[in-house]
């Protein structure tokens, strides 16, 4: 039995051609059908939909690509994996088994990376919430605590001073690099003073053993320079250490911030001709060590908390296309299963998107929305997309970074994740969940139980 063609309503749409128009460059919608050889129908068939798919390919790739191109301009590089960024165990432990420490900002986040058998003394603790019990646990563990304020310096002391232990730690700092509204509420400033008065402070007590210097200066950085200055002003602090209180340090740490390929919403051109390569950020932040003039033998490592610019092309979000509809403007409306719920990225990223099956020639604007009962739950606001019927797939790409640790459980339930193995295996790595699950943690007071009346 032949299938019934779909009608299709026809539309008249001015022709685009190659030119650049109001969405950027080229209606460039790609088909893309698999994911590292793997069909997205096969995916779709056995993981359902909405559906997570990270590359074990791509990370490893981006971080060994990333590896090289510091280690070119620089002798003592360690990366150390940003957990919020995306915490799930298996994408974490590919980092870790590419090498990378952890760069934790929560007490979860520490107690993650332990279950997963890393040692403490490869966490960088960073974050301004740090409870006394966790400092504990930091210090008599040895990991490197990157202090955020003075108070945490003092909560630090008195617990070393009690437990006749020692701290290894850091300070962040905050600085003007030139880049505004600057990110001056975590760390200790350095324009003012108060970074080199936390140290000095830390020089002088026995109980503390400065290890490093970290700052982070801001997310989706579109300037080298930035980090050329930042780097510039961590290697000064490091030389006036060295000559002032004769301590070398173990290494400087520059954060992250490389921005990833995906587009800002407002940005006129593709993020990859507009933002800095990897090759211009490590030039940058080579050239800035270089002002601490460190010898040979007291050259301090070079720390990277690069988050997203290394995960985010590894993940792409699997959708269906639930329903098709137009708006009181006339103006095109694709409804899909995939919400901002799962896609936080989408408030601020024109996510690239590419539908999985073969499309017809003609390609009109759309708005498309998610599932959600939310007038804000917009995916994409103007993109170019050919015909697409109910049950079609579109993949949203560039998703690896935050999606996956900022979704929400709101109204719908979080869907499978898998990863594509380098063996082009496809792993299952955190279940949909249920209504069990999600429910698990409530608790329905007796005298509520009675049935109603
Ligand atoms: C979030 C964060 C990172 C990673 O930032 P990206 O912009 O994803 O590279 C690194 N270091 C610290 C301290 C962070 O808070």
Not at 180 to 193: A, H, K, S, V
Request: hydrophobic share 40%; aromatic share 8%; with cysteine.
């Amino acid at each position: 039995m032949s299938e019934k063609k779909k009608y299709e309503r026809p539309v008249v749409t001015k022709l685009q051609s190659g030119i650049m128009n109001k969405f950027g460059s080229g209606p460039a919608v790609s088909v893309l059908e698999s994911i590292d050889g793997v069909p997205i129908k096969d995916l779709h068939a056995k993981y359902g939909s909405p559906l997570f798919v990270l590359s074990e390919n791509t990370i490893r790739s981006n971080q060994r690509n990333a590896y090289r191109i510091f280690k070119n301009r620089y002798p003592k590089v360690q990366f150390a994996w940003s957990y919020k960024t995306n915490y799930l165990n298996a994408v974490c432990s590919v980092f870790h088994q590419e090498g990378s420490w952890a760069e934790v900002v929560s007490e979860f986040e520490y107690d993650k990376e332990r279950k997963l058998g890393i040692p403490a003394e490869q966490i960088l603790f960073n974050g301004p919430d740090k409870s006394a019990a966790a400092l504990t646990k930091a210090i008599s563990e040895g990991a490197k605590i990157h202090i955020d304020h003075f108070d945490e310096l003092y909560s630090i002391t008195g617990i070393c001073e009690r437990s006749q232990l020692k701290a290894h730690v850091a300070i962040r700092v905050n600085m003007d690099v030139g880049v505004y509204p600057q990110w001056d509420r975590f760390g200790l400033n350095y324009e003012n003073g108060e970074a080199w008065q936390a140290l000095k402070r830390i020089a002088a007590n026995k109980r503390l053993r400065l290890v490093g210097l970290h700052t982070h200066i801001g997310t989706y950085m579109m300037t080298a320079e930035a980090y050329r200055i930042a780097a510039t002003k961590l290697a000064t602090l490091a030389k006036s250490l060295r000559d002032e209180f004769d301590v070398t340090l173990d290494y400087i740490d520059v954060g992250g911030g490389f921005a990833s390929h995906n587009t800002l919403i407002g940005q006129y051109l593709p993020a990859e001709e507009v933002v800095p390569s990897m090759e211009q950020y490590a030039d940058a932040i080579a050239s800035g060590l270089k002002q601490g003039s460190f010898k040979h033998d007291e050259m301090p490592m070079l720390i990277l908390e690069t988050g997203r610019a290394l995960i985010d092309d590894a993940g792409f979000l699997i959708s269906k296309v639930i329903a098709n509809k137009r708006l009181s403007t006339g103006r095109r409306a694709i409804i899909v299963d995939a919400g901002v719920n799962l896609m936080f990225t989408s408030f601020w990223y024109k996510h690239k998107i590419s539908p999985a099956q073969p499309i017809s020639a003609h390609a009109e604007d759309a708005v498309i929305y998610g599932p959600l009962c939310m007038n804000i739950d917009v995916i994409r606001d103007g993109i170019l997309l050919p015909t697409l019927n109910p049950g079609d797939s579109l993949v949203l790409h560039r998703v690896g970074a935050y999606n996956m640790t900022q979704w929400m459980q709101f109204i719908t339930l979080r869907p499978n994740v898998v990863m594509v193995m380098s063996d082009g295996t496809v792993e299952l790595i955190r279940k949909a969940e249920t209504l069990e699950s999600v429910s698990e943690n409530e608790v329905l007071p007796e005298q509520l139980r009675a049935k109603r009346t």
